[in-house]
């Protein structure tokens, strides 16, 4: 460890500025960082079968936005000045050609809990997602299953790994967000993630909380008793329009693909809530340079005052889903 200086961001009268920071570092190291820093090390063990903790191979950055400005594709698009002007300040680069061009994807997504809200209420989300191409499904329904906590290794000892027969893909990811109630700071969210099609699972009755538990060993805890069940969150079946808008260069090899994703009722075309993201997939936090780092927060901190008619603060997709009937569950989101 050896003493360097950081430029990090001090908000004043809504504007970020500039500011040198003498802090402890080790160079190369995602912690390099003041917001990154808030990110601790995992300190590794095993899962019950013998294999080690995941680690995080993802960086995420995302915003809530109020729905009510997406009208139409093109309008999905009109985030893009409000990005590019705090790129050009902090001499990143952001990329929008060809995207115009992208075709819009559709997706339904449905969660599934029981009718208290166990699963959300410690952590847990599951919900189940189908692409559609042409007014069609364009794949087997995809399975999503998640831990979420502000804890690094809360998430990282939950064992989200399901027993199926047939592959899935894990995600862990370091979700980067805005804070509750103001602008101008970063808060970080665990997500611990598994997804695998429908078809690895074998029992027909999905919403028996013990075809569930079986599945994900992690949820047994939760059973009250025989017969428990899960349901269709709020009876609500959202349909997802998510667009890609462009490529975010962040430099030092760091690149993040750009996306705009509203969510609203199926049926009646209600608007839910908005989101605009970006994340980077790395395999070693030493990919992660101090340099892009510092950037990547800079430029997060001034994208949240460059959009700030947009944000809608103290919010996630999730949480609108589950709110929808006015329910207040207790959420670590």
Known sequence: MKKNEIETMHIKNGKAQPEKKTVLVDPGQLNSTIWAGNVPQIKQGT???????????????????????????????????????????????????????????????????????????????LRRRIAYEDGFPASNPEIVFKFRHPDLQQAAETDVRPLINGDYRVKFKCQALPLRDQLGGIRMLYSHNVQFPRSSVVNNDVFSFDTISQIFPVLAHLKKGEGDRIQLVNDMIVEEVLQDIGILDLGDGIKAKVNMAIWRTRGEHRPLIAELAYQIRFKDRKELKLEAMQRAERYFIMLQYAAKDWISLNATKTGVVYRFLGNPPKSHE
């Open 47 to 125: 899962y019950s079968d013998g294999l080690p903790y995941n680690e995080l191979n993802y960086l995420a950055f995302k915003l809530i936005l109020k729905p009510n400005r997406f009208v139409s594709r093109s309008s999905l698009f009109d985030l893009v000045k409000v990005m590019k002007k705090p790129a050009i300040e902090l001499g990143c680069d952001f990329q929008t050609e060809g995207f115009i061009n992208m075709p819009i994807k559709i997706r339904e997504v449905l969660f599934v809990d029981t009718p208290d809200f166990r699963l959300y209420n410690n952590g847990f989300i």
